[in-house]
């Protein structure tokens, strides 16, 4: 039976930066080789968070972190992992379906909640469309513009825990 997504790794730092990772404890994670960032989802009607500018800048930062892990990005085509990222705007959650258990059959429902300066970074196995891997950072300042300057830190310190041990 596959294992329930364990670890739960919460890192504070100085800045009120919180990271917290959650990972599927049995997956195999030596077999991801490759990844493609799949689903981008800006959702800050602030301008500093929500452009393509902010976009382009979370792409490269994912890319350089996973690059840095030794997986190989893949433009288009099959990867061996799925990259979804959404950066939170206003006080929300939302609900989350994918599927979970011994092979798929069975269901797991997790409400996800979004505040300006949360970034949610989910990698998914899409031979079985399973969450795999998931970092929310959380950076707690009130100025976007000093939120898009923490940006690549956030994603950074979420990689650092990839892959799980």
Not at 93 to 104: C, K
């Amino acid at each position: 039976m596959r294992g329930l997504f364990v670890g739960l790794v919460l890192a504070g730092s100085a800045l009120a930066q919180k990271i917290a990772i959650e990972s599927d404890s049995a997956v195999d994670f030596s077999k991801f080789h490759s990844f493609a960032i799949r689903e981008e989802q800006l959702n800050s009607r602030n301008p500093a968070l929500n452009s393509e500018l902010t976009k382009k800048k979370i792409n490269a930062d994912i890319r350089k972190a996973l690059e840095a892990k030794g997986l190989t990005y893949v433009e288009s085509g099959r990867a061996d992992l799925n990259v979804r990222y959404t950066l939170g705007a206003t006080r929300r959650s939302e609900v989350e379906t994918y599927p979970a258990g011994w092979r798929g059959w069975g269901t797991r429902v997790v409400r996800v909640p979004y505040t300006e300066g949360t970034l949610v970074v989910d990698l998914r196995d899409p031979s079985t469309r399973s969450l795999v891997w998931r970092a929310i950072a959380r950076e707690d300042k009130g100025d976007p513009s000093k939120i898009a300057g923490k940006l690549d830190d956030m994603v950074k310190k979420s990689f650092e825990k990839y892959p799980p041990k």
